[in-house]
């Protein structure tokens, strides 16, 4: 039986096992070693600090993901089926690690956020542009 997400030590678990998965996948790996280049020892301490801020509240990621995102579209169109994928990949490291109340919390914020990203980015307003 796995145990819950209960500190730092266990986001960066769930995140380093996370981009693993990415870094392979033949749908969204390409975006991410190809396209945006990931810088990886820079982009996970951000990743376990906005993983740590969504499920306990610390306050510790300062960041703009929406334009981070939308700077990311521009450089390739991001797809209905990017997200579903990358939603598919973490839902299931999370599951596959972890089990219990923050574990599910995770998991709503992952669908959340990747809700939020996906109607800005692929459906955007046109009446916001004015």
């Known amino acids: 039986m796995n145990t819950d997400i209960e500190h ?10 996370f981009y693993e998965k990415v870094k392979q996948d033949e749908v969204i790996g390409y975006i ?6 990931v810088n990886w020892e820079k982009h996970l301490p951000v990743m376990y600090d906005f993983w740590e801020n969504a499920i ?4 510790a990621y300062r960041g703009d993901p929406m334009n981070i995102h939308r700077n990311l579209h ?8 990017h997200f579903d994928r990358w939603n598919t990949l973490f839902l299931a490291t999370v599951d596959e690690l972890f089990s219990g109340e923050k ?8 669908l959340s ?7 800005k980015i692929l459906y955007p307003d046109p009446n916001s542009l004015l």
Do not use: W
Request: aromatic fraction near 6%.
């Open 8 to 17: 730092r030590e266990d986001i960066m678990r769930l995140v380093n096992t």
């Open 32 to 37: 991410f070693n190809d396209i945006a280049n």
């Open 56 to 59: 306990f509240y610390t306050g």
């Open 74 to 81: 521009h450089l390739t169109a991001l797809t209905k089926a």
């Open 103 to 110: 574990a599910e919390l995770a998991k709503q914020r992952a």
């Open 113 to 119: 956020i990747s809700t939020v990203l996906q109607s």
